[in-house]
Protein backbone atom coordinates (compact mmCIF):
# COMPACT_ATOMS: atom_id res chain seq x y z
CA UNK A 1 0.00 0.00 0.00
CA UNK A 2 1.43 3.65 -0.98
CA UNK A 3 -0.43 5.12 2.32
CA UNK A 4 -0.83 2.89 5.73
CA UNK A 5 -2.92 5.03 8.45
CA UNK A 6 -3.36 2.67 11.66
CA UNK A 7 -4.99 4.21 15.01
CA UNK A 8 -4.17 7.64 14.09
CA UNK A 9 -4.59 9.75 17.38
CA UNK A 10 -3.65 13.56 17.48
CA UNK A 11 -4.64 15.61 20.65
CA UNK A 12 -4.94 19.54 20.79
CA UNK A 13 -4.51 21.40 24.22
CA UNK A 14 -6.40 24.33 24.51
CA UNK A 15 -5.55 27.40 27.09
CA UNK A 16 -8.72 28.83 28.58
CA UNK A 17 -9.40 31.10 31.06
CA UNK A 18 -10.09 29.66 34.73
CA UNK A 19 -13.55 30.45 36.44
CA UNK A 20 -13.44 32.34 39.23
CA UNK A 21 -14.69 34.88 42.01
CA UNK A 22 -12.01 37.26 40.58
CA UNK A 23 -13.38 37.51 36.54
CA UNK A 24 -10.94 38.59 33.85
CA UNK A 25 -8.73 39.30 35.94
CA UNK A 26 -7.90 35.85 37.66
CA UNK A 27 -8.24 34.28 33.93
CA UNK A 28 -5.02 36.44 33.01
CA UNK A 29 -3.21 35.14 35.93
CA UNK A 30 -4.67 31.73 35.66
CA UNK A 31 -5.28 29.56 33.26
CA UNK A 32 -6.35 25.73 32.40
CA UNK A 33 -6.07 23.47 29.70
CA UNK A 34 -8.66 21.54 27.75
CA UNK A 35 -7.44 18.35 25.68
CA UNK A 36 -9.40 18.16 22.14
CA UNK A 37 -9.39 14.90 20.39
CA UNK A 38 -9.14 15.63 16.63
CA UNK A 39 -8.18 12.64 15.45
CA UNK A 40 -9.55 9.28 17.57
CA UNK A 41 -7.78 6.17 16.10
CA UNK A 42 -8.08 7.03 12.52
CA UNK A 43 -6.96 4.01 10.18
CA UNK A 44 -7.07 3.42 6.61
CA UNK A 45 -5.25 2.36 3.60
CA UNK A 46 -4.57 3.90 -0.11
CA UNK A 47 -2.97 2.13 -2.80
CA UNK A 48 -0.97 3.97 -6.00
CA UNK A 49 -3.71 5.25 -8.28
CA UNK A 50 -7.27 5.70 -5.85
CA UNK A 51 -8.61 9.06 -5.98
CA UNK A 52 -10.36 8.88 -2.58
CA UNK A 53 -12.89 11.50 -1.32
CA UNK A 54 -12.14 12.36 2.12
CA UNK A 55 -15.67 14.24 3.59
CA UNK A 56 -16.59 15.79 6.64
CA UNK A 57 -18.28 18.75 9.17
CA UNK A 58 -16.61 21.23 10.03
CA UNK A 59 -14.09 20.35 12.76
CA UNK A 60 -14.08 16.27 11.61
CA UNK A 61 -10.52 15.91 11.31
CA UNK A 62 -10.22 16.37 7.79
CA UNK A 63 -7.31 18.66 7.53
CA UNK A 64 -5.78 17.20 10.98
CA UNK A 65 -5.49 13.83 8.64
CA UNK A 66 -3.66 15.93 5.30
CA UNK A 67 -1.27 17.99 7.89
CA UNK A 68 -0.03 14.75 8.78
CA UNK A 69 0.06 12.69 6.24
CA UNK A 70 2.19 15.41 4.53
CA UNK A 71 4.27 16.19 7.77
CA UNK A 72 3.34 19.40 9.12
CA UNK A 73 2.27 17.45 12.21
CA UNK A 74 3.11 14.83 14.66
CA UNK A 75 0.55 12.73 15.69
CA UNK A 76 0.03 12.23 19.49
CA UNK A 77 0.21 7.97 18.67
CA UNK A 78 -0.70 5.56 15.85
CA UNK A 79 1.60 4.96 12.86
CA UNK A 80 1.71 6.49 9.68
CA UNK A 81 3.74 5.17 6.34
CA UNK A 82 3.72 7.07 2.78
CA UNK A 83 5.81 5.35 0.49
CA UNK A 84 7.01 3.39 3.00
CA UNK A 85 8.61 6.44 5.55
CA UNK A 86 7.20 7.69 8.20
CA UNK A 87 6.21 11.79 7.19
CA UNK A 88 7.84 13.92 10.10
CA UNK A 89 10.90 12.05 10.48
CA UNK A 90 11.70 11.93 7.00
CA UNK A 91 10.04 15.33 5.91
CA UNK A 92 13.07 16.20 3.05
CA UNK A 93 12.86 12.77 1.13
CA UNK A 94 9.10 13.15 1.95
CA UNK A 95 7.61 16.32 0.46
CA UNK A 96 9.85 15.53 -2.75
CA UNK A 97 7.19 12.38 -3.68
CA UNK A 98 3.61 14.71 -2.80
CA UNK A 99 2.19 17.38 -3.92
CA UNK A 100 -0.19 19.96 -1.45
CA UNK A 101 -2.71 22.30 -2.08
CA UNK A 102 -4.89 24.18 0.54
CA UNK A 103 -7.62 26.08 -0.98
CA UNK A 104 -7.53 29.08 1.57
CA UNK A 105 -3.47 29.23 1.02
CA UNK A 106 -1.15 29.79 -1.72
CA UNK A 107 2.50 28.63 -2.04
CA UNK A 108 3.11 31.02 -4.48
CA UNK A 109 4.83 34.38 -3.76
CA UNK A 110 2.14 37.34 -3.69
CA UNK A 111 4.16 40.08 -5.21
CA UNK A 112 5.86 37.92 -8.28
CA UNK A 113 5.07 37.01 -11.25
CA UNK A 114 3.31 33.39 -11.57
CA UNK A 115 6.20 32.23 -13.80
CA UNK A 116 9.02 33.41 -10.84
CA UNK A 117 6.86 31.71 -8.09
CA UNK A 118 7.77 28.66 -10.73
CA UNK A 119 11.36 29.25 -11.16
CA UNK A 120 11.77 29.42 -7.24
CA UNK A 121 10.09 26.08 -6.55
CA UNK A 122 12.16 24.59 -8.76
CA UNK A 123 15.20 25.51 -6.65
CA UNK A 124 13.65 24.16 -3.49
CA UNK A 125 12.89 21.17 -4.57
CA UNK A 126 16.12 21.10 -6.30
CA UNK A 127 14.69 20.15 -9.63
CA UNK A 128 16.87 19.91 -12.75
CA UNK A 129 16.03 22.81 -15.47
CA UNK A 130 15.32 20.29 -18.00
CA UNK A 131 13.06 18.12 -16.05
CA UNK A 132 11.24 21.31 -14.71
CA UNK A 133 10.54 22.82 -18.05
CA UNK A 134 9.29 19.66 -19.42
CA UNK A 135 6.71 19.18 -16.49
CA UNK A 136 5.87 23.11 -16.88
CA UNK A 137 5.20 22.96 -20.32
CA UNK A 138 2.95 20.13 -19.92
CA UNK A 139 1.04 21.84 -17.27
CA UNK A 140 0.53 25.21 -18.70
CA UNK A 141 -1.34 24.29 -21.34
CA UNK A 142 -3.63 21.28 -19.57
CA UNK A 143 -4.37 24.20 -16.98
CA UNK A 144 -4.71 26.89 -19.46
CA UNK A 145 -2.15 29.10 -17.78
CA UNK A 146 -0.31 30.96 -20.89
CA UNK A 147 -1.69 33.98 -19.92
CA UNK A 148 -1.09 34.21 -16.21
CA UNK A 149 2.33 33.23 -16.84
CA UNK A 150 4.03 36.96 -16.35
CA UNK A 151 0.81 37.98 -14.06
CA UNK A 152 1.39 39.00 -10.28
CA UNK A 153 -0.28 36.29 -8.05
CA UNK A 154 -1.95 39.48 -6.18
CA UNK A 155 -3.46 40.68 -9.18
CA UNK A 156 -4.87 36.90 -9.98
CA UNK A 157 -9.05 35.81 -9.63
CA UNK A 158 -9.08 33.23 -6.94
CA UNK A 159 -10.02 30.50 -9.61
CA UNK A 160 -6.80 31.89 -11.50
CA UNK A 161 -4.78 31.44 -8.40
CA UNK A 162 -6.22 28.30 -7.78
CA UNK A 163 -4.94 26.64 -11.24
CA UNK A 164 -1.88 27.96 -10.73
CA UNK A 165 -1.11 26.43 -7.00
CA UNK A 166 -2.34 23.22 -8.45
CA UNK A 167 0.72 23.42 -11.14
CA UNK A 168 3.17 24.45 -8.64
CA UNK A 169 2.24 21.31 -6.51
CA UNK A 170 3.43 18.97 -9.22
CA UNK A 171 6.33 21.03 -10.93
CA UNK A 172 8.57 18.47 -8.79
CA UNK A 173 6.57 15.38 -10.44
CA UNK A 174 4.93 13.93 -7.29
CA UNK A 175 3.06 10.45 -7.32
CA UNK A 176 0.97 11.33 -4.45
CA UNK A 177 -1.40 14.77 -4.63
CA UNK A 178 -3.29 15.88 -0.83
CA UNK A 179 -6.16 18.63 -2.17
CA UNK A 180 -7.38 19.94 0.63
CA UNK A 181 -10.56 22.09 -0.26
CA UNK A 182 -9.49 22.76 -3.89
CA UNK A 183 -12.63 24.45 -5.40
CA UNK A 184 -13.69 26.57 -2.70
CA UNK A 185 -14.66 29.76 -3.16
CA UNK A 186 -14.43 29.05 -7.11
CA UNK A 187 -17.07 29.46 -9.86
CA UNK A 188 -18.68 27.21 -11.57
CA UNK A 189 -16.54 27.62 -14.75
CA UNK A 190 -13.11 27.32 -12.75
CA UNK A 191 -14.71 24.35 -10.87
CA UNK A 192 -15.00 22.43 -13.68
CA UNK A 193 -11.77 23.28 -14.82
CA UNK A 194 -10.33 21.89 -11.89
CA UNK A 195 -12.18 18.77 -11.88
CA UNK A 196 -11.10 17.72 -14.65
CA UNK A 197 -7.36 18.49 -14.36
CA UNK A 198 -7.86 16.53 -11.42
CA UNK A 199 -9.58 13.12 -13.18
CA UNK A 200 -7.15 13.81 -16.22
CA UNK A 201 -4.17 13.71 -13.66
CA UNK A 202 -5.40 10.42 -12.06
CA UNK A 203 -6.56 8.39 -15.26
CA UNK A 204 -3.33 9.32 -17.33
CA UNK A 205 -0.77 9.81 -14.81
CA UNK A 206 -1.76 7.51 -12.67
CA UNK A 207 -1.22 9.86 -9.51
CA UNK A 208 -2.89 9.09 -5.77
CA UNK A 209 -5.32 11.92 -4.79
CA UNK A 210 -6.51 12.18 -1.67
CA UNK A 211 -9.68 14.76 -1.60
CA UNK A 212 -10.71 16.66 1.06
CA UNK A 213 -13.83 18.65 0.22
CA UNK A 214 -17.18 20.46 1.52
CA UNK A 215 -18.61 20.31 -2.43
CA UNK A 216 -20.42 16.96 -2.87
CA UNK A 217 -20.19 17.75 -6.13
CA UNK A 218 -16.52 17.31 -6.60
CA UNK A 219 -17.08 13.97 -4.94
CA UNK A 220 -19.75 12.37 -6.93
CA UNK A 221 -17.72 13.61 -10.05
CA UNK A 222 -14.28 12.70 -9.05
CA UNK A 223 -14.07 9.72 -6.49
CA UNK A 224 -15.05 5.92 -6.58
CA UNK A 225 -14.26 5.41 -2.66
CA UNK A 226 -15.31 8.06 -0.18
CA UNK A 227 -14.21 8.29 3.25
CA UNK A 228 -16.35 9.96 5.66
CA UNK A 229 -15.10 11.17 9.14
CA UNK A 230 -16.89 12.71 11.81
CA UNK A 231 -15.67 13.60 15.67
CA UNK A 232 -11.98 12.36 14.33
CA UNK A 233 -13.46 8.95 13.50
CA UNK A 234 -13.65 7.32 10.14
CA UNK A 235 -17.33 6.32 10.02
CA UNK A 236 -17.49 4.71 6.73
CA UNK A 237 -15.04 3.98 4.08
CA UNK A 238 -15.78 2.19 0.36
CA UNK A 239 -17.23 3.08 -2.39
CA UNK A 240 -19.82 5.73 -3.04
CA UNK A 241 -22.89 3.06 -4.50
CA UNK A 242 -22.30 1.57 -1.15
CA UNK A 243 -22.50 4.47 0.92
CA UNK A 244 -25.52 5.18 -0.81
CA UNK A 245 -26.70 1.84 -0.11
CA UNK A 246 -26.01 1.39 3.38
CA UNK A 247 -27.80 4.98 4.34
CA UNK A 248 -30.56 5.08 1.29
CA UNK A 249 -31.24 2.45 -0.33
CA UNK A 250 -34.41 4.81 -1.59
CA UNK A 251 -34.82 6.51 -4.88
CA UNK A 252 -36.61 9.53 -5.90
CA UNK A 253 -39.21 9.63 -8.63
CA UNK A 254 -39.78 13.41 -10.22
CA UNK A 255 -42.82 13.72 -12.25
CA UNK A 256 -43.78 16.70 -14.26
CA UNK A 257 -47.75 16.43 -14.42
CA UNK A 258 -49.59 18.53 -17.41
CA UNK A 259 -52.51 19.84 -15.48
CA UNK A 260 -53.18 20.91 -12.18
CA UNK A 261 -53.28 17.49 -10.34
CA UNK A 262 -49.68 17.58 -8.69
CA UNK A 263 -51.14 17.92 -5.47
CA UNK A 264 -53.54 14.87 -5.82
CA UNK A 265 -49.89 12.81 -7.25
CA UNK A 266 -49.27 9.87 -4.77
CA UNK A 267 -48.64 6.30 -4.04
CA UNK A 268 -49.20 3.74 -1.04
CA UNK A 269 -45.42 2.61 -2.08
CA UNK A 270 -43.98 6.15 -1.95
CA UNK A 271 -43.22 9.26 -0.02
CA UNK A 272 -43.91 12.94 -1.30
CA UNK A 273 -40.97 14.89 -0.49
CA UNK A 274 -41.95 18.04 -2.28
CA UNK A 275 -44.80 19.58 -4.40
CA UNK A 276 -43.60 22.83 -6.56
CA UNK A 277 -46.37 23.73 -8.66
CA UNK A 278 -46.76 20.88 -11.34
CA UNK A 279 -43.87 18.94 -10.39
CA UNK A 280 -44.01 16.71 -7.36
CA UNK A 281 -40.66 14.59 -6.40
CA UNK A 282 -41.64 10.93 -4.24
CA UNK A 283 -39.08 8.59 -2.35
CA UNK A 284 -39.88 5.22 -3.05
CA UNK A 285 -37.70 1.77 -1.82
CA UNK A 286 -36.97 -0.54 -4.94
CA UNK A 287 -36.77 -3.44 -3.06
CA UNK A 288 -40.75 -2.79 -1.89
CA UNK A 289 -41.96 -1.39 -5.76
CA UNK A 290 -39.87 -1.47 -9.01
CA UNK A 291 -39.62 2.30 -10.84
CA UNK A 292 -41.46 1.03 -14.18
CA UNK A 293 -44.81 -0.28 -11.94
CA UNK A 294 -44.78 2.84 -9.60
CA UNK A 295 -44.71 4.86 -13.04
CA UNK A 296 -47.37 2.87 -14.47
CA UNK A 297 -48.88 3.48 -11.74
CA UNK A 298 -48.70 7.14 -11.78
CA UNK A 299 -49.01 7.59 -15.39
CA UNK A 300 -52.50 5.67 -15.73
CA UNK A 301 -53.54 8.48 -12.86
CA UNK A 302 -52.50 11.69 -14.30
CA UNK A 303 -51.18 13.18 -17.36
CA UNK A 304 -47.42 13.11 -17.32
CA UNK A 305 -45.39 15.46 -19.43
CA UNK A 306 -41.87 14.71 -18.30
CA UNK A 307 -40.47 11.92 -15.32
CA UNK A 308 -36.97 11.71 -13.80
CA UNK A 309 -36.05 8.43 -11.49
CA UNK A 310 -32.49 9.12 -9.38
CA UNK A 311 -30.50 8.55 -6.88
CA UNK A 312 -30.70 11.29 -3.57
CA UNK A 313 -27.94 13.68 -3.83
CA UNK A 314 -24.77 12.76 -1.70
CA UNK A 315 -25.70 15.71 0.82
CA UNK A 316 -29.01 13.46 1.63
CA UNK A 317 -27.05 10.64 2.26
CA UNK A 318 -23.85 12.18 4.26
CA UNK A 319 -26.61 14.43 6.68
CA UNK A 320 -28.52 10.91 7.49
CA UNK A 321 -24.83 9.05 8.23
CA UNK A 322 -24.77 11.76 10.40
CA UNK A 323 -27.32 11.22 12.15
CA UNK A 324 -27.08 7.66 12.79
Given at each position: ?Q????????????????P??????????????R???????????I???????????N????S??????????V????????M?????????????????VF??????????P?????????H????G??D??????E???????????????????????MR??????L?H?P??????????????A??????D?????????????I??????????A????????????????????????Q????R????D???????EV????????????????????????????L?????????????L?E??????????????
Open positions: MIVVDGLVKLFHIAERAGTWGALRGLVRRRREVRALDGVSFQAAGELVGYIGPGAGKTTVKTLAGILPSQGRVEVGRVPWKQRIDHVRDIGVGQRTQLWWDLVVESFELLRIYRVAAHARVRDLIPLLDLGRLLDVPVRQLSLGQRCDLAASLAPILFLDEPTIGLDAAKLAVRFIKRLNRDRGVTVLTTHDLDDVELCSRVMVIAGGRILTDGPLAALREVAGEWLTVVDDASAGADPDATVLRREGHRVCLAFDPRRVSPSAIARITARHPVRDLVNPPIETVVARLYQE
